[in-house]
């Protein structure tokens, strides 16, 4: 296996299997106090390297003593320079037989895993709110470890916050404040949050979590989770985590959703009111086998994670609600997919699935390819094989990589001995080695699709829009050309500047700015300047800044939203606004 290269671990180091962690939450200096203990997997001496981000390192001791205050023998350490994709290597220096490591530091305000937000950026308006999010590389802006999937760990941590605040981890409630890990996870996925935070079972497995204004909703839009679960079930083989429970986070929550273990996080962008928007859910209940189970062994083969999941969740959206709702959001899918082969137009090498990240920051580099050219390439093997097999492939595949971190060719040797010839005859090496889309990409059919390339680019009529679903309109915004003469008669015939769907929304306010139809510019700043997802602040601040006319509105609303933003959404709209 080669070596992860966002990350300072050795291969011939001893790995650390299990942390303790304690975190005092201080919202007043932004910072967490914290006591890590690195237990090692065997006995280890000499140097072990640790990723860090922006640590504040007091002291490294043998932990032998319990008392988390000190005591203990203290080891020699050294925190080499800053760099600027994956932070700083510290080495520590184990004595002979060293069994585990305690490190005291305290994690900077500007932890890159970290957004502190203040009262006014809740719903509530009273109480702060804190989040973690750690793929995929910002777990060691928390915690000083070897800060790749390769290395797996459990946990048991305790966190301290001020009442009347809660905290939630992604683990199980140990009670007290302290959280349990028993199932070993990439760092990737450790993720809590703390604020004003109430709940409402839907499942006997499921708990939807929000703030208290929120909670109901929340719990109403998610409440098909636990037939989700049972169906992933039985797609997939047994539910290995206990629990399926949601966060419903803050506005500014960069993603849609964030597959922590047992936590699931999920952007409150997802309460159109109506359900439409819940292939998110299934999407990241999904990565409890593909991701969290079977993990990439790295950034470079974030298709295995994203790929197959996408793949696994479009199975749970077509055994819940049909092949035709599954081809419709696979057709979505498509020209995402065609986006983002023009974004990297200029960087073709960025368009394979297995990608070379070496001194590539992961989340400047994040885009639809790994999910969308993923599903296609397990699609493209699905139709040459036969469901049954490719299903009796899926299985094996979850068995033979459970609890581990796997690359692209040891994908492609299960294949081969899964599914013998299959590989060849789809042209595995042109899907995962070759840039762009191979031209026998499969591409998804269904009626419902053909019923909304018959209306072309033409404005339908109320009759024909009748049976439209928020997909529907999403493709037929998404294939229309630009720019498109028609907003003003499409807009006042469905009154698309209203819709509380946001990918529908979204799509309709990028065609209508790449149209010189500028009556939705207000509708534009007011989701700019309240929600922080970054599939919907990209396509808006993009077209905003592609127009002359606009440009300076873009400049201006990110001017006043920076702050409330995520720190990894303002490095991806201050990079594509000094783009062009
Ligand atoms: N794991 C990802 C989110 C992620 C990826 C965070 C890379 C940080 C680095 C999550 O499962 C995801 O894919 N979210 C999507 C959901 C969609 C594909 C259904 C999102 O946020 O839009
Ligand atoms: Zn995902």
């Known amino acids: 296996m080669r070596r992860d290269p966002h990350s300072f671990a ?258 409150p962008a997802l309460l159109a009111g109506d359900r439409s928007l819940v292939s998110v859910v299934a999407h990241e209940l999904a990565h409890s086998w593909t991701g969290n189970l079977v993990s990439n062994s790295s950034a470079e083969h974030f298709w295995l994670n994203e790929g197959f999941t996408v793949f696994a969740e479009r199975r749970i959206v077509e055994a819940l609600w049909g092949g035709e709702t599954s081809a419709l959001q696979a057709a979505v899918g498509w020209r995402s997919l065609e986006q983002a082969m023009a974004r990297f137009k200029d960087r073709p090498e960025l368009t394979r699935l297995r990608t070379q990240l070496e001194g590539i920051d992961p989340d400047e580099v994040f885009s639809e390819i790994p999910y969308e050219k993923g599903y296609l390439f397990l699609r493209a093997l699905e139709d040459a094989t036969g469901r049954e097999s490719f299903d009796r492939f899926l299985r094996a595949y979850v068995r033979d990589f459970r609890f581990g971190a796997i690359d692209s060719d040891d994908f492609t040797r299960l294949c081969e001995r899964e599914l013998p010839g299959a590989l060849a005859r789809v042209d595995g090496a042109a899907w995962l080695d070759g840039p762009g889309l191979p031209p026998s990409a499969p591409r998804p059919r269904a009626r419902k699709l053909d019923a909304v390339a018959a209306v072309g680019a033409s404005v339908p009529t109320l009759e024909q829009a009748a049976e439209w679903g928020s997909t529907e309109w999403e493709l037929y915004l998404e294939s229309l050309p630009r720019p498109f003469g028609k907003c003003a008669e499409l807009d006042a015939r469905f009154d698309l500047t209203a819709r509380g769907n946001y990918d529908v929304l979204v799509a309709w306010l990028g065609l209508a700015l790449d149209s010189s139809y500028d009556p939705v510019v207000p509708r534009v700043e007011e989701i700019l300047g309240k929600l922080g997802r970054m599939k919907y602040l990209r396509p808006l601040y993009a077209a905003l800044a592609r127009r002359p006319g606009t440009r300076p509105v873009a400049e201006r609303l990110f001017a006043r939203h920076r702050d409330g933003y995520h720190p990894i959404a303002v490095q991806v709209v201050e990079g594509l606004l000094a783009a062009r």
């Open 10 to 267: 050795d291969d011939a180091q001893p790995t650390v299997t299990r942390l303790e962690w304690l975190a005092d939450v201080d919202f007043a200096s932004r910072t967490l106090g914290c006591v890590a203990v690195l237990h090692l997997g065997a006995p280890g001496h000499g140097p072990l390297d640790l990723d860090t981000r922006d640590l504040d390192i007091a002291r490294v001791d043998d932990g032998a003593v319990d008392d988390p205050a000190g005591g203990g023998t203290a080891l020699a350490w050294e925190l080499a320079a800053s760099t600027p994709i994956l932070g700083a290597r510290l080495r520590v220096q184990l004595p002979d037989g060293a069994v585990r490591v305690r490190i005291h530091y305290r994690t900077s305000p500007t932890a890159s895993a970290l957004q502190w937000l203040t009262p006014a950026q809740t719903a509530g308006g009273v109480h702060p709110f804190l989040f973690s999010q750690c793929q995929a590389i910002h777990a060691r802006s928390l915690v000083p470890l070897q800060d790749t999937p390769r290395v797996r760990i459990t946990f048991d941590a305790r966190l301290r916050v001020p009442p009347p605040l809660r905290a939630l981890m992604a683990a199980a409630d140990a009670g007290d404040g302290r959280w349990h890990m028993p199932q070993p996870i990439p760092p990737y996925l450790l993720a809590f949050a703390v604020g004003e935070l109430a709940s409402r079972d839907v499942g006997p497995r499921s708990r939807v979590w929000a703030e208290p204004s929120v909670v109901d909703a929340a719990a109403w839009e998610f409440g098909e989770v636990d037939a989700m679960l049972t169906t992933a079930e039985r797609l997939f083989g047994p539910y290995d985590w206990e629990r399926f429970d949601i966060l419903t986070m803050p506005p500014s929550f960069p993603y849609g959703g964030m597959e922590n273990p047992r936590l699931t996080f999920l952007t």
